[in-house]
């Protein structure tokens, strides 16, 4: 073996297979049909569904029952021109946010203790599984009786919500630390804080993001929740006037506008989570 | 890194035993697992073994002789039972920064580039970035990984990543080198490969190497000196010295000497018919 040159020893490194090459390949196929139908077959069966929804389903059905999609369509773009629906989406998009915010920050803070400190553990993890096995869209109209019809009641259910699922990511992320890192950083002299910072907490940085993209969709749902009870403003009080109305196709345009919101919030997420923790899809390609 | 150790021509084992100021110096060793339900586990027992500077001394044995054990013990990672183990002057009783370690998996952190994880020792020893900094890139170019030093572990081969490992192992300038069984994991070309450069890396830095693996070809290829260890309790049955020439290239496992040593060596595995 005679490697004068660095270049020329990667060049006859044995394993030689292009080690950028899978990347390059991925990223050709990316939106070839003939790789993913499902790039056809998503929009297809959705297409279909129209179709049937709008010419099939009102022989059979009343339009105030079910209203049709081209209906619902009229409804929405009603609703996006009306400046009073806006502030409900903006209240709602508030209660949700703060609320989220609240949830997840001290559900770091906490699963961050309870996976470091033992004794932690051990005091506070009977309360965790208790309180997690409560259905807390039960809680609902305590928080309003507590924390009256303002925007508070709903940020409380937003945050009590979306805290469980991420406590648990959390937990679940610091203790997914694998072992021998861990020995590789102990032998170098690493402290704990230095095993923390350089392979516990990015370890748990795909944990993290699943435990966000739960906790956003959840924390819509506790502040629609949260106005169903009792509230003035916002997405679920809109929901509930037009129920009262009977616009069924309101309703629909509402909903509409919900999902959008907690679809927008995912990709978000999902954006943030390729960015940030980049490494965790491509990991597993990592060789023993 | 172009120091070469100086005086590396072999002698007999019996001065290497009784020289004091050994580099690395194992006296009376024994390791025992208590188990809470069985009888106790005895790992190693009775081990002596002194190292000099700028040896490159290898430890082959069967399966669950403790050869394993025996590194963890040189490196910190695991307490002994009873014994002395002197590194570099220094008393083990933990990870020493004397140590570099390359393990059985590259065990590079995937989020950080190559440069990053070669790194990690002058990080976590809180040394001059700067300085240690050019010392990783002129590594990493000695191992043939200069254009893969921004480059994420995922983006390199099962030896390439080996080979940062090793850069990694070596970037604080430690004493000595402890290997458990690097090259396991890698198909038996690469493997090849990875031992010429392992030697050329050790020719050119001078560093004091124990290397732990399970083929015994490897062993007596690299090694000044061949440690044998028995079956459990793990004792050592004998040290080989291995006086071929160096520099060494492959064709040297064809020769005959080589061919000797080999067999004097699997004589010991085949006696308790466990083969590693």
Redesign the interface.
């Known amino acids: 073996?005679t490697?004068a040159t660095?270049?020329?020893?990667?060049v006859?490194?044995?394993?030689g297979?292009s080690?950028?090459g899978s990347?390059a390949v991925e990223r050709k196929s990316r939106f070839d049909v003939r790789e993913r139908p499902e790039l056809l077959l998503v929009p297809a069966v959705f297409v279909v569904l129209i179709l049937v929804w709008q010419f099939l389903i009102p022989l059979f059905v009343d339009d105030y029952v079910l209203p049709v999609p081209s209906s619902i369509v009229d409804s929405l773009i009603q609703q996006l021109t009306d400046p009073l629906f806006w502030g409900h989406l903006e209240v709602t998009l508030r209660e949700s946010l703060i609320g989220f915010l609240i949830g997840v920050g001290s559900a770091i803070l906490l699963g961050t203790a309870i996976s470091q400190v033992r004794l932690v553990e051990k005091t506070l993890m009977p309360y965790v599984v208790a309180f997690q096995t409560v259905p807390k869209v039960a809680l609902a109209p305590l928080f309003v009786v507590w924390f009256g019809f303002g925007l508070t009641s709903k940020i409380v259910m937003a945050a009590v919500i979306s805290f469980f699922p991420m406590l648990i990511n959390v937990i679940e992320g610091l203790r997914a630390a694998?072992a021998?890192?861990i020995?590789?950083?102990?032998?170098?002299?690493?402290s704990k804080l230095?095993i923390f910072r350089?392979?516990r907490l990015?370890s748990a940085?795909p944990f993290i993001f699943a435990g966000l993209d739960i906790g956003i969709v959840f924390a819509i749902l506790g502040a629609v929740v949260g106005e169903f009870i009792g509230a003035k403003e916002g997405l679920g009080y809109l929901l509930l006037q037009t129920n009262y109305n009977f616009d069924i196709a309101g309703m629909f345009a509402v909903l509409v506008v919900l999902s959008v919101l907690g679809l927008l919030a995912h990709f978000l997420i999902r954006f943030a989570q390729r960015k940030i923790?980049?490494?965790a899809e491509?990991?597993r390609?990592?060789?023993? | 890194m172009s120091l070469r150790a100086p005086g590396r021509q072999t002698s007999p084992a019996t001065a290497a035993e009784t020289d004091t100021d050994a580099w690395i110096r194992v006296a009376g060793l024994d390791k025992t697992y208590k188990a809470r339900r069985s009888e106790p586990t005895v790992a190693l027992q009775g081990i002596d073994l002194s190292v000099r500077r700028g040896e490159f001394v290898s430890v082959v044995g069967p399966s669950g002789c403790g050869k394993t054990t025996m590194l963890k013990i040189l490196a910190g990672l695991v307490s002994r039972t009873a014994g002395d183990v002197q590194i570099a002057g220094n008393d083990v009783n933990g990870p020493l920064p004397e140590i570099g370690m390359v393990f059985q998996a590259a065990t590079l952190l995937p989020w950080r580039t190559v440069r990053q994880n070669v790194l990690v020792p002058v990080e976590v020893q809180g040394l001059d970035k700067e300085k240690y900094g050019a010392r990783a890139d002129e590594l990493l170019e000695m191992v043939g990984l200069g254009e893969f030093a921004d480059s994420y572990p995922y983006e390199l081969s099962g030896g390439m990543q080996q080979r940062a490992g090793i850069c990694r192992a070596l970037v604080h300038d430690p004493a000595v080198l402890l290997m458990d069984e690097p090259f396991g994991a890698l198909d038996a070309m690469t493997r090849e490969y990875m031992n010429v450069e392992l030697l050329r890396i050790w020719q050119q830095s001078g560093k004091t190497v124990v290397l732990v693996t399970h083929s015994i070809p490897e062993a007596v290829f690299l090694s000044d000196r061949v440690v044998v260890l028995s079956a459990r309790p793990g004792r050592i049955a004998e040290i080989v010295d291995v006086e071929l020439d160096r520099p060494r290239d492959l064709s040297v496992m064809a020769s005959d000497r080589a061919g000797v040593y080999v067999e004097r060596i699997r004589r010991h595995f085949n006696a308790t018919s466990v083969i590693d």
Request: hydrophobic share 45%; no cysteine.
């Open positions: 073996m490697t660095p270049a020329g020893s990667t006859s490194d044995p394993p297979r080690p950028k990347a694998d021998d890192r020995q590789m950083l102990t032998v170098f002299g690493a230095q350089m392979v990015p940085m923790a980049f490494w491509e990991s390609v990592i060789a023993a």
